[in-house]
């Protein structure tokens, strides 16, 4: 049988009428295009093109192949989007729930990825602050979505109709003003080093933080400037002003758009788990090729999983 990439060349260099020219339409160079027309000569046993100065034109050989190499090619194709429509990944909605920091720092290589894969499929996305948007994908609101829990904090059982898989466990770091005495030391800072420190509360009523929020209180640091919504841009603003210090995600102290000092905590047990959620009783298609791609590209969150809350395992 002939190989389909052989034939597509044989196609570009008759549509083209030179190599050269069918080489830069297909992004190849043109010696390597050369050497595929060469095997597609190999296994036809024939000649197919006939080289010049002024380009290449098809030999009788070569015009019989190409009128064939039409129709196959074209029903390769078409296959290609009956079996995508078959696997439900041709056509429809994937809707995606997410928080902001996932949504910015996260997300959009991984849609780009699925767009690349599965450019068929229309893509909507809502933000949903955790842990809504566990209830948006039991609701029906959306195929799936990013969320997170903190350790230490309140165990939130999930609705039996949604599973929970890790994608991601990062580290609570300390945050502070450039030039703070606790900056930049290579050395965890124990707990105990906030004693006495004005602390940015972030969100102390949010269910997540509240564990992390009575860590805090119990090593000693003093309340200094309450942040009510769960605005980790603000916290980081307030911090580098010189307000106070704060304990955010790894990914939020190396992304802040305003100058913070960064120093990690020991011990290290402070943690936030992002997880995505989906119906477990669902097996679509574009789901679960979405799921593919944020384990490979974040991988599964391993031994720290299961501290992080109920995660009902897919």
């Known amino acids: 049988m002939y190989d389909p990439t052989r034939l597509a060349a044989l196609v570009a260099v008759a549509e083209a009428g030179s190599i050269t020219r069918a080489a830069e339409r297909l992004g190849y160079t043109p010696p390597a295009l050369s050497q595929q027309l060469a095997k597609l000569e190999r296994e036809t046993g024939a000649t197919l093109l006939v080289r010049s100065h002024r380009g290449a034109r098809l030999t009788d050989a070569g015009e019989l192949l190409v009128a064939r190499a039409r129709r196959i090619l074209d029903e390769m194709e078409r296959a290609r989007h009956e079996l995508a429509r078959l696997a439900g990944l041709s056509g429809g909605t994937l809707r995606l729930g997410t928080f902001p920091t996932a949504g910015i720092h996260l997300l959009p290589p991984v ?16 933000n949903y602050e955790p842990p809504d948007g566990i209830s948006a994908v039991a609701a029906g609101e959306v195929d799936l979505a990013l969320t997170h829990t903190y350790v230490p904090a309140a165990l939130v059982p999930l609705p039996s109709t949604v599973s929970a898989e890790p994608v991601l466990v990062e580290e609570l770091v300390l945050i502070t003003a450039p030039g703070h005495v606790l900056a930049g030391g290579s050395a965890r800072l124990p707990l105990s ?7 940015i509360s972030m969100a102390p009523d949010l269910p997540a933080r509240q564990g992390v929020e009575a860590a805090l209180a119990r090593a000693g640091a003093t309340p200094s400037v309450l942040v009510e919504t769960p605005g980790y841009a603000l916290v ?10 704060a304990v955010v995600p790894e990914m939020v102290a190396a992304t802040a758009a305003t100058p913070v ?14 997880s995505v959620v989906h119906r477990t009783a669902e097996a679509a298609p574009a789901v679960d ?8 590209a974040f991988g599964r969150a391993g031994q720290h999983r299961h501290d992080s809350g109920p995660h009902r395992e897919s």
Do not use: K, M, N, Y
């Open 261 to 274: 000092g960064t120093r990690r905590l020991e011990p290290g047990e402070l943690r936030r788990t992002i």
């Open 289 to 296: 090729a979405f799921r593919a791609l944020l384990r490979a």
């Open 111 to 126: 849609l780009s990825a699925f767009r690349r894969a599965h450019p068929d499929v229309e893509l909507a996305v809502a």
């Open 236 to 245: 980081c603003a307030l911090v580098s002003a010189g307000l106070g210090v």
């Open 193 to 199: 080093g906030l004693a006495g420190q004005p602390l």
